[in-house]
């Protein structure tokens, strides 16, 4: 119930442009940053489960679609992100290497016969875990991989992955669980993330500070 009360406390900020001040204008927001701080640091006298909900939304998962992709993801996902329309998650940290993000075993591994990455979780040390949005509401992830690219490991990169169809079910190759009750934040939904072999289309690739040609 608290989780359902914190969703829906989400949407109706969403329906302004308050949780959104630091987005562009022309995506939905007002490019204030320094109101966007203030007006999430002030969720904190309220309810502490909203904060981090917010926080997941708008500043993990919108965050990272406007600053590490370009102008083709703005486009896609920053509107419906800004509005509540499109629930994401930053699936980074991980059971084995929490957030020692260079060492992170998840992979993106480019086919360039069908140009696309296949994302995926070698090991149970490799999962995603204490992912905001995961558990219940997240459609969408941007999930911080290894990038192999031609035989060769390219680095930490992100690359957007459908997580949920329309109905809320687990889309094929991805395995989802609940984190459970978390003293205090109760209104959070924490999961845990597999990936099996799941594809992707090269354009996922957020790619600001690098890309990957079809061929």
Known sequence: EHREQVLEWLEDLASTDRTTMGYPVEYGGRGDLGGYISGFETMGFGDLSLLVKCGVQFGLWGGAVQHLGTERHHEEYLEDTAKARLLG????????????????GTTATYDPETQEFVVHTPDDFARKVWIGNAA?????????????????????????????DGKGKPLPGVRIEDIGPKLGLDGVDNGR?????????????????ASVSPS
């Open 89 to 104: 998650c930053f699936a980074m940290t991980e059971l084995g290497h929490g957030s020692d993000v260079q060492h992170l």
């Open 193 to 209: 993330l597999w990936f099996d072999g799941v594809r992707v289309p090269r354009e996922n690739l957020l790619d600001r500070y």
């Open 136 to 164: 219940r509401d997240g459609q969408i992830a941007a999930v911080f991989c290894q990038l192999v690219v031609g035989g060769e490991q390219r680095g930490v990169h992100a690359v957007v992955v459908p997580i949920r």
